[in-house]
């Protein structure tokens, strides 16, 4: 099938870019910024962390970090040498508790205290990224949501994070009282990306993930959030939640793919476009496309089969290499079956891009391209796909600068986590 009549059927099936206009996808956006500062979360959860960017780091002052999400838990004692750079020292990693068999919440946590006992000398201050469904707390603790499906947690729903964790101290015997401050992984990524541009003025800050699943957080001027009235700063990072957006067009394999998920209806942004999901749009968008004659016969049966698409193997795809359960294909399949993934991939950046770009103009921040926001970028999806990233690039020349008039630097640094954490266990 040529080009174009393919993204007629895709247009049809309002799963090509095109159809996320942008000035709609931006006015529901920001609609649900704003609503959801003001308590409403329905569109946009807009959370308050408690946690300031702003102030120098003290130097040579060690705290203890940890970083609790996904399989891994690690620890570490951190601080910042005479010239700013971080210092990681007695770095260990774990298994993360809760993902070999489901634990009581003391059970849990005692996992966590005694992975910090050969180090709990080393400071009274402890960093806590802790990923997972929490609403923080003005004392810098949060309460818990809920955990992911991977970590199982027996009646946890609730209980407040860094209390349960001193609490675990004290069965251990710690009695020295631990000033604990608990964020997520894009406060993290804020954070760290700021110390990684230690030396150089930006307007504000931002800090994107864009890998398994997809956040955003940024500085927001403390009398814009609503119920935070006894907060002193004047400035705090808001973790957005952006994820659960709800109000960007959805085609017809995202109806799919969200009627088929756990809990349908929820986190449709994240749904739409980040690597968990993503390989899993691609397959349903195929098999959609075949229902309307784009492949053979044997390609169309093939595809029908396959209930995802490894991203890893959709980048060699497109260097050459194969697909599991797909062989055969003729050129003309193998055509439509990367422009279906190539229109996907300009979608995602598309979104994202103006995710980011309702933030900058929400904020006013980065008009001066002499003075733009850094923008700290984190998640495999974002590194590791190729076109995504040519396509993203792109979007920031023509459509942030040029079209929206506002500037970022995207940075990608290492140790983002364990930096962002430490600076907020210092700093507030």
Known sequence: MEEKALDSVLRELGMHPDCCGKSFCEEI??????????????????????????????????????????TNFRRAVAWFDENGKIVIDQFEKYPMPGTRGALTVDEFFDEIAERLLPVIGESDRIGFCFSYATRALPNMDGRLKQFCKEVQVRDCEDIEVCAELKKALRRKGVTEEKHCVLLND??????????????????????????????????????????????????????????????????EADRLLDASSEIPGDHMFEKMVSGAYLGRVMALTAQLCADQGVFSAAAAEQLRAIPAFELREVGEFFDGGSLSGLQNLTAEDRAALQQIMTRLYERAAKLVAISIGCVLTWTGAGRDPKWPVCATMEGTTFRKSRIFRERFFQLEKDYLNGELGVYAEFLECEDTTLTGTAIAGLLN
């Open 186 to 251: 894009s406060v993290a990524a804020l954070l760290g990306g700021k110390a990684a541009a230690a030396g150089k003025d930006y307007d504000s800050y931002l800090g994107y993930i864009y890998g398994t699943g997809l956040n955003c957080c940024y500085v927001e001027e403390t009398k814009k959030i609503a119920g935070v009235e006894g907060y002193r700063g004047e400035r705090m990072i808001v973790n957005m939640e952006a994820g659960i957006h709800v109000g960007f067009p959805m085609g």
């Open 29 to 70: 956006f920001r609609s649900c910024m704003a609503s959801g500062l003001q308590g409403d979360c329905r569109g946009m959860m807009m959370l308050p962390t408690y946690i300031s960017a702003d102030g120098d780091v003290p130097r040579g002052e060690k705290i203890i970090v940890m970083d609790a999400g996904g």
